[in-house]
């Protein structure tokens, strides 16, 4: 066995060894309780981070339409520092959580501050069980409810013997949770030169909330270079890498691997029923294009006659009737079975966010302009705020509107 080899497995098992006695002690003082829901396989995940994405699906759709007028209620300021890094809201048992850096606020609809939190930067929480679930600073999951009472605490990511590790993918279920875990740069100790350096990995995990050993592993070497998906009503879930990997949770077996088709791929999404949607870019041009979870191409979009760019970090946008909304710097383009079914100008600034509505209306994100469009790609409404928009629009049960700026949080009715 080669020197690296030797190195790594003791490393394991010396990390393992310190993870069980760390986590024993922790255990016999304050051992994690398990979230109570009295539904079992009903979840009521709102959102996930960012909340635009809506589910593990990224599918940045709103399960509530909103009859808004373009009304600014009020402008409360957030209290953030470094808002301006990975901003995010989430709609939780009626109050709306800013999410910025390390920082988390929670306001009640009439826009008082009832409390806030810290956890790791960077990383997402979850909206699920009516709880909110966070990765801590000591990089444990922990979870609140809406009074700010813990209800989960120092619950592990296991496997992952280093602090280098980022989640990238949270999805808390009843009584475990998905994690996917990416080690951009992993390191150990070597004094083998002639080894080569460790490669970046994608681990997925399924975990009983507490315990140190999850209750599925899987760990892929390579860089990840989509965002990675879960899709609950099939217990599938998908990394891209060189390749796609789609991995059965029900028989913990990997399912298909294929290579998408395009020179470049930026983002996606998937549906309920596992389709995926791909944005990205082939022979100059920009591509959308739906796929199986068996590498089947079911129908591509091309653009050969405008060379805009997508806007990189937003998914296409899921909507009824198999529609998908995709968003450039300087365009909304509604796609359906790949055709274009209308497209929209926007002369206010560059587009940056986008959500799709229940009834199919879609609201965008441009500079300091926030749009609403009908169906059928009508102008409902436009609103102009004095600073730029950062956050996807969510919308709550009562059809408010919510953006934030790098400093006010911001109601529309």
């Known amino acids: 066995m080669c020197m690296r080899n030797l190195v790594v497995v003791a490393y394991a098992w010396l990390s393992v060894l310190v993870f069980l006695l760390v986590g024993s002690a922790a255990c016999s003082k304050e051992r994690p309780m398990t979230p109570m829901s009295s539904k079992e396989n009903i979840m009521q995940n709102e959102s996930t981070y960012p909340t635009y994405y809506s589910s593990p699906r990224r599918d940045c759709a709103i399960a ?23 901003p995010a809201l989430l709609i939780w048992e009626g109050n709306i959580l800013a999410v910025a850096g390390e920082g988390m606020v929670l306001f009640s609809p009439d826009s008082r501050r009832l409390w806030d939190r810290v956890k790791r930067a960077d990383s997402p929480p979850a909206v699920a069980n009516g709880l909110l679930y966070f990765e801590n600073r000591g990089h444990f999951l922990e979870a609140v409810d809406p009074n700010n009472s813990q209800v989960l605490k120092k619950a592990p990511f296991p496997g992952v013997p280093t602090d280098e590790f980022h989640v990238t993918l949270l999805w808390p279920r009843e009584k475990d949770f998905i994690a996917t875990i990416y080690l951009p740069d992993p390191t150990y100790d070597t004094e083998d030169l002639d080894t080569p350096p460790p490669q970046p990995e994608v681990l997925g995990r399924r975990t009983v909330y507490g315990e140190l050993v999850g209750a599925w592993g899987k760990t892929y070497e390579g860089v990840q270079e989509l965002p990675p998906l879960f899709v609950p009503e099939l217990e599938r879930w998908i990394i891209s890498m060189d390749e796609v990997i789609s991995v059965d949770l029900k028989l913990e077996e990997e399912a298909s691997r294929f290579k998408i088709p395009l020179e470049q791929s930026v983002n996606w999404s998937a549906d309920a029923e596992g ?139």
């Open 64 to 86: 509530v339409a909103s009859r808004a007028g373009g009304n600014i209620a009020w402008s409360r300021e957030l209290g953030l520092e470094r808002a301006d890094i990975l």
């Open 275 to 413: 389709t995926l949607c791909i944005i990205g870019y082939h022979e100059g041009h920009k591509v959308m294009l739906a796929m199986s979870l068996t590498g089947e191409e079911k129908w591509r979009w091309s653009d050969r006659k405008t060379p805009d760019r997508w806007v990189t970090g937003q998914p296409p946008i899921r909507s009824g009737n198999r529609r998908v909304y995709g968003l450039t710097g300087g365009r909304i383009l509604a796609i359906e079975q790949g055709k274009l079914l209308w497209q929209y100008e926007v002369k206010n600034g560059t587009i940056r966010h986008g959500s799709s509505l229940a009834d199919g209306s879609l609201l965008v994100a441009a500079g300091k302009t926030l749009i609403l469009l009908n169906l059928a790609g009508k102008e409902r409404f436009l609103v102009s705020l004095d600073n730029e928009i950062l956050t996807p629009p969510v919308v709550d049960a009562d059809g408010n509107i919510y953006v934030a700026t790098a400093t006010h949080l911001v109601q529309i009715k």
